[in-house]
């Protein structure tokens, strides 16, 4: 509760839990939309305390700072440690939604990372992580395997990457879970990229499931 003489009224304010962190420098903007850089209000520092107001979507967070400043942050993982449920189930649409425009793209081994006339399984969702929620990771499936955190098969949420043997390799290739039973992934030149069931044809040969956020 906090008197405002010029006002001469008495404002009431609920207590805000400041509990979300900043993990890389990202900028507070007056609105969800990073091409305005008239918008830039201040650039939020590693360790700053926010409380999240609201998600905005799979991109964005309304937020307010310790000196009450409210904005937007991105809410791309590497910005801030927030997350939840409801915003894991938007951004594993968004991934979804970003590498359905790729269907059909044909398979090819060993794609060069630089250009997306073609995937093969790796190239695939390295480029949808990077390009959807700016997640670096590695070239190859067996490294891939190495990040974020374990998951049971029987947990599985959109997003999640899956690994299986291939090609007499322990980890060979990786596909996305897309929910319903569903992976998205590229494997053959016949079909290119795909959603397929994930049956038990798969599942014989699964290793290990991870969670990149």
């Not at 009224?9 to 420098?25: E, F, K, Q």
């Not at 964005?60 to 993982?77: C, F, H, M």
């Not at 992934?185 to 599942?203: D, F, I, N, P």
């Amino acid at each position: 509760m906090k008197w405002e003489a010029n006002t001469r009224t008495v404002r009431i304010y609920s207590a805000l839990n400041y509990d979300s962190t900043i993990r890389y420098g990202v900028n507070l903007r007056s609105s969800p939309n990073s091409s305005d850089q008239s918008g830039v209000q201040q650039m939020l520092s590693v360790g700053d305390k926010v409380h999240i107001v609201r998600e905005v979507d799979a991109l964005w967070l309304e937020v307010r700072t310790q000196d009450n400043k409210t904005g937007y942050i991105s809410a791309k993982p590497k910005y801030s440690d927030y997350t939840s449920v409801s915003l894991a189930e938007k951004q594993g649409s968004a991934l979804l939604a970003y590498g359905e425009k790729y269907l059909g793209t044909p398979y090819e081994f060993g794609a060069a990372t630089n250009q997306t006339s073609t995937f093969d399984c790796s190239s695939f969702v390295a480029h949808l992580f990077d390009n959807v929620l700016s997640v670096d990771l590695p070239r190859a499936s067996y490294n891939q395997a190495k990040e974020g955190k374990e998951v049971a098969i029987s947990e599985l949420r959109k997003g999640d990457l899956l690994f299986f043997s291939a090609r007499g390799l322990d980890i060979g290739h990786v596909a996305m879970y897309a929910g319903n039973n569903q992976i998205l992934h590229t494997y053959s030149k016949e079909q290119g990229v795909h959603y397929e069931a994930l049956s038990e044809k798969w599942k014989k040969r699964f290793v290990t499931a991870r969670r990149m956020f």
